[in-house]
């Protein structure tokens, strides 16, 4: 089984492990805020297309949001939801790391706008921190640098069917999936350590003020 998580808090330990026991195979969560932004449809739709080639690749979401009653309609009228499609509570951001360390894959995901490419998501970084493996689904600084470490894939947002056959594949490619859970660790402590942006924030600060006397 597959679990590919989406969330913006995360999933305790005791809720990730009835997750794998009533599926048996789990790939990946979203744990995120469900809104208009969000695109969380997208995943219910991959969910669809992946059911039809593995049935126990699981998509988990974590939240809750002003389009939660859509999402979750959409995947019954698609026949994913409770089947390979859950939908999970908001939790305490603490238990955030209970959640990823059940998941194959996070995802952090958006509608189809170019504006959105700029962005700097929590869940992005959580799951560095976490080491998996990350699928997004726009472009920008965040697939450059997913694309050029490994450390996760870029899905096309406007061919969902495709994106769910190279997610399904990229998860059945077990030593590329882990090492690419490997190199989003080392992005995490090489490209995104507190400490380290705390000290250049500090040089940064300490240049300004040299410059300025």
Known sequence: MAL???CLQYLPSAVAVSVENSRGYVRG????????????DYLV??????IEVNPETCFVVVGDGCEREKVVNLAKRLGVFE????????????????????????????????????????????ALAAGRPVAINYRGWQ???????SAGIVLDANDVRGAAGQLLGFLDAKARLRAA???????????FSRDKLAAELEALFMMVLDCSC
Request: aromatic share 12%; proline share 6%.
């Open 83 to 126: 089947r390979n499609f859950f939908f999970l509570p908001p939790l305490p951001k603490a238990q955030i790391p209970d959640v990823l360390s059940a998941a194959d894959v996070a995802t952090s995901l958006f509608v189809d706008l170019r504006e959105l490419w700029a962005n700097s998501a929590n869940k992005f970084f959580d």
């Open 4 to 6: 590919i998580w989406s």
């Open 143 to 149: 697939a450059e640098l997913l694309l050029e470490s």
């Open 45 to 50: 739709k991959l969910a669809a297309h992946a």
């Open 29 to 40: 969560p979203w744990w995120c805020s469900i809104g208009r932004i969000n695109g969380v």
């Open 181 to 191: 859970g490997l190199a989003a660790r080392r992005l995490a402590e090489t490209r």
